[in-house]
Nanobody, 117 residues
Framework: QVQLVESGGGLVQPGGSLRLSCAAS????????MGWYRQTPGKQRELVAR???????KYTDSVKGRFTISRDNAKNTVSLQMDSLKSEDTAVYYC???????????WGQGTQVTVSS
């Protein structure tokens, strides 16, 4: 069992930065692929970025060059550094832990990010 708790959301002006963090409890954190997803009302949840146990990363095209995902296996945390934020980045952001090997996936409760002047 893995529990995920996000933090760091809030209100920021366009062009600003925010850093989201996700703290995981439970064992075997290092084997999970960790990801950040986001969702706006009426739309499907979409992948923003993910990082594998080996450190390989993937980003959705709209955030490439602006967002950076990282993980610290010693601290059981994954972070999303968001720079040059745009209004279209406004969403609820969810932390995800997924293991195809264990056939397990877990979600955090979500944190609101609002980009507005």
């Amino acid at each position: 069992q893995v529990q995920l708790v996000e933090s760091g959301g809030g209100l920021v002006q366009p062009g600003g930065s925010l850093r989201l963090s996700c703290a995981a409890s439970g064992s075997l954190f290092s084997i999970y692929t960790m990801g950040w997803y986001r969702q706006t009302p009426g739309k499907q949840r979409e992948l923003v970025a993910r990082i594998t146990s080996g450190g390989s990363t993937k980003y959705t095209d709209s955030v490439k060059g602006r967002f950076t995902i990282s993980r610290d296996n010693a601290k059981n945390t994954v972070s999303l550094q968001m720079d040059s934020l745009k209004s279209e980045d406004t969403a609820v952001y969810y932390c995800n832990a997924n293991s195809d090997l264990l056939r397990k996936t877990y979600w955090g409760q979500g944190t609101q990010v609002t980009v507005s002047s």
